[in-house]
Structure formats: structure tokens, C-alpha cells
């Protein structure tokens, strides 16, 4: 069985602290590493930061200006009108980075989710969607503009780079989070310095925000059958064996997480469905449909179990059938 790595970026950048995790045992060690890998690498390349102290920037004082969440109830049309400015209620890392030339401006948005959200009779893929808001006035957006491209220059948009990954640097901060060109700041995987604020301990569940069909977010503890409150994960896995591709038109080599198709959902390993959501208590109800923020991949829900709204769909790019703009320059090199 594999081993998920979990990596906690220094601000050298040169050593990691990864902690391995196997059937629930923790193993800790120091290890030097590259921070990009071979992209055909056998190994394991699943990275996220879980350290908050790799963030020091207060946003809100460099701007000068607060960080927006705001919510307005309207009871007679069922909605939850939500606003946000992008500016983080937290600490966040320096940018521009090596790895995102971007730097982080004030940028508006707003949200209408239904106040009673219900289950969809199939499930929408979140590909050209914020999948949800945060509280602290960041939305969460997990897939990347960064495909394979082959020797030719020809790129195959099925085949989408995780930012997720050691095998590519794409300048995110301990919050999992970087830039776009708009100054648009995001979230691709478990916000650290948020949830380090919000004291993220273990003893109770902590609503975070909303998903885009309007079902709550949580961050990964929630109760199991007995009322404990426990540390779930995802249902993903690596795939096993070589991607089909022939490394001309479609990457080749093992399935090593640098690409959403290196993992698959697998059935029973995991109380969360492929949405990284689940049926339970929580804090407000006896039983409801809620997603988790896992450290696992793929982190954020990638996937809606509701309908979304279509506030949440990326009009100017991302949406179906459009090129989402790129999140760092230079050019992609050839893969």
C-alpha cells in the first residue's frame, strides 16, 4: 500500500517534515528533498502544507482594507445570499512567489445558495467551479489551468495538473492558496493559518463555509456512529500500474499523483463519498449531508452531491468550453 505524504513547506523551501500515514499510524521523519520531482517519478508525489507558521502576511493591514463574508437570509426565496472581497481573514504567504507572479488585490464576488439545499439525483463534476466560500472571505477553486502539453506544443485538457503535487512548483502558501492574474486569492487544499486561527484541535467539528450547492463545509472532524468526533479522509486512492498514454499526446508513466486522473474514488475505504461529502450529526442538525475539508487528496471537494448555483461558475474562462486564464507564467514547459 502506498503512503500519502503530507508535507510541511519551510520558507527555505529545501527541507520538508512529512509525516507518512498507513492505516491510521502516524510516522514522523525530517527528509531532504527537491521541491519539484521528476514528473514520472514512482513515488508517491502528493504534497500539502500543513504548517501555519509559513504564513506571515497580514492582508488585511498590506491592503488596508478588512476581509468581507457577509451573508444575507431571505427566508421567502429560501437563498443565502453570500459576499465576499477575497481579501483572507488570516495570514497568508508572500507573493509574488517563485512558483506565482501574482499579487493578491481585492476582488469581489457574490453568491446566491439555497437556504435548504437538497441532494441532485447524479452528481455535478466541479471542473469550471468555485466548489464553495470559506468565512474567511476566500472561495475555494481546486483545478488548475495547467495541462499536459506534448512535444508539439499540443496541450490535453484531460489530463490537469494537481497543484497538489512535488512535481510541479505552482506557488502556493500554507494555506494551500495562491493567486490568479485578476489578484483573485484562492484555495486549492486545507487552509492552515484559517483553521490554525479558528484552533482546529480535534474536539468538535468546525463549520467553515458553504460548497456551491449550498450544503455546509467542514473542516475534517466530524462524528462517527458512537457521537466521538474523529479525523476522516477521503476515499481516494492512486491508481495502480502506467497512464495509457504514449507521452506525445497524453502523459505516460505510473499514475503518481500529478494529474486529478492519477487517482481514483474507491469504493468502502472511506465513510465520504466522492464529493468528500457524508450523511451525519453535526453541531445543527441530528442528520445532514455535509462536505469535509480533508489532508488527503483531493482536500476540497471536487464534486457536487446538490446542484450548484450557477453564481459559483467561472463565466470568464473556466466555465464549459472555456480556456481558463493561466494561474503563473512563464509558459508551460513541454511535459
Known amino acids: 500500500?502506498?503512503?500519502?505524504?503530507?508535507?510541511?513547506?519551510?520558507?527555505?523551501?529545501?527541507?520538508?517534515?512529512?509525516?507518512?500515514?498507513?492505516?491510521?499510524m502516524a510516522l514522523?521523519?525530517?527528509?531532504?528533498i527537491n521541491t519539484e520531482i521528476p514528473e514520472n517519478t514512482a513515488d508517491d508525489t502528493y504534497l500539502i502544507n500543513l504548517d501555519p507558521s509559513t504564513c506571515a502576511v497580514d492582508i488585511e493591514t498590506k491592503l488596508g482594507?478588512?476581509?468581507v463574508y457577509t451573508e444575507v437570509i431571505n427566508k421567502r426565496k429560501k437563498t443565502r445570499k453570500v459576499e465576499i472581497n477575497g481579501v483572507a481573514s488570516h495570514d497568508v504567504g508572500t507573493f509574488p512567489s517563485r512558483g506565482n507572479p501574482n499579487t493578491i488585490r481585492e476582488v469581489k464576488q457574490t453568491f446566491?445558495?439555497?437556504?435548504?439545499?437538497?441532494?441532485?439525483?447524479?452528481?455535478?463534476?466541479?471542473?469550471?467551479?468555485?466548489?464553495?466560500v470559506l468565512f474567511s472571505g476566500v472561495s475555494i477553486d481546486p483545478f488548475t489551468a495547467e495541462y499536459f502539453v506534448g512535444p508539439t506544443g499540443a496541450m490535453n485538457r484531460e489530463w490537469n495538473i494537481t497543484t497538489l503535487t512535488s512535481t510541479v512548483d505552482l506557488g502556493l502558501d500554507c494555506?494551500?492558496?495562491?493567486?490568479?492574474?485578476?489578484?483573485k486569492y484562492h484555495y486549492h487544499g486545507t487552509p492552515s493559518a484559517y483553521l490554525d486561527d479558528l484552533d482546529a484541535d480535534g474536539t468538535k467539528m468546525l463549520k467553515v463555509g458553504y460548497a456551491a450547492d449550498g450544503f455546509p463545509v467542514y473542516y475534517k472532524y466530524g462524528y462517527d456512529e458512537s457521537g466521538q468526533v474523529v479525523a476522516y479522509q477521503s476515499g481516494f486512492q492512486l491508481k495502480d500500474g502506467e497512464r495509457p498514454g504514449n507521452g506525445k499526446t497524453a502523459?505516460?508513466?505510473?499514475?503518481?499523483?500529478?494529474?486529478?486522473?492519477?487517482?481514483e474514488y474507491v469504493e468502502g475505504v472511506s465513510d465520504l463519498d466522492e464529493c468528500n461529502g457524508r450523511w451525519g450529526k453535526t453541531p445543527e442538525s441530528e442528520s445532514e449531508y455535509y462536505y469535509l475539508i480533508t489532508d488527503n487528496f483531493p482536500s476540497v471537494?471536487?464534486?457536487?452531491?446538490?446542484?450548484?448555483?450557477?453564481?459559483?461558475?467561472?463565466?470568464?474562462?473556466?466555465?464549459?468550453?472555456?480556456?481558463?486564464?493561466?494561474?503563473?507564467?512563464?509558459?508551460?514547459?513541454?511535459?
Open 28 to 32: 514522523h521523519k525530517a527528509a531532504k
Open 301 to 335: 471537494p471536487l464534486c457536487f452531491s446538490g446542484t450548484p448555483s450557477k453564481d459559483f461558475q467561472k463565466m470568464r474562462g473556466g466555465g464549459p468550453g472555456g480556456r481558463p486564464p493561466r494561474e503563473h507564467r512563464p509558459p508551460p514547459r513541454r511535459h
Open 65 to 67: 482594507t478588512s476581509s
Open 175 to 183: 494555506n494551500n492558496a495562491h493567486v490568479q492574474p485578476s489578484g
Open 112 to 132: 446566491s445558495v439555497p437556504l435548504e439545499p437538497t441532494m441532485a439525483k447524479r452528481k455535478t463534476p466541479g471542473k469550471g467551479y468555485d466548489t464553495g
Open 251 to 263: 502523459p505516460n508513466g505510473p499514475y503518481n499523483g500529478r494529474y486529478f486522473n492519477d487517482y
Open 1 to 24: 500500500m502506498k503512503f500519502i505524504l503530507y508535507g510541511a513547506i519551510i520558507p527555505s523551501l529545501a527541507a520538508l517534515s512529512i509525516l507518512g500515514v498507513k492505516r491510521g
